[in-house]
């Protein structure tokens, strides 16, 4: 079985950093994209960024230029750097990753269990 699971959530004052991992275990081949949203409480989960296999990147508009997405493929693991954080960014931050298990298998989408960021002001 595949999981992901999230660290590096917290409490963090308004400007300051934090940096989130999403780690897969389990039987992996390849992760072929990945990908990190948000939900605030009674707001609906939110795209934040993403990678594909080739390499390239996306943010929100929101984000852009502040968070950073990046992945180390010996880990099976992918990071959120956050920086010059606000209060609107808080919220439970999810990561998900298509995943092949094996050369032959289909790809698969994972949900990690969720961190908590909160930003105070």
């Known amino acids: 079985q595949v999981q992901l699971v999230e660290s590096g959530g917290g409490l963090v004052q308004a400007g300051g950093s934090l940096r989130l991992s999403c780690a897969a275990s389990?039987?992996?081949?390849?992760?072929?994209?990945g990908a990190w949203y948000r939900q605030a409480p009674g707001q609906q989960r939110e795209w934040v960024a993403s990678?594909?296999?080739?390499?390239?990147?996306n943010y929100a508009d929101s984000v852009k230029s502040r968070f950073a997405i990046s992945r180390d493929n010996a880990k099976d693991t992918f990071y959120l750097q956050m920086n010059d954080l606000k209060p609107g960014d808080s919220g439970v931050y999810y990561c998900?990753?298509?995943?092949?298990?094996?050369?032959?298998?289909?790809?698969?989408?994972?949900w990690g269990q969720g961190t908590q960021v909160t930003v105070s002001s």
């Open positions: 990678f594909v296999s080739g390499g390239a990147t």
């Open positions: 998900t990753a298509e995943i092949r298990r094996s050369v032959s298998s289909r790809k698969q989408t994972y």
């Open positions: 389990g039987s992996i081949f390849s992760i072929n994209t």
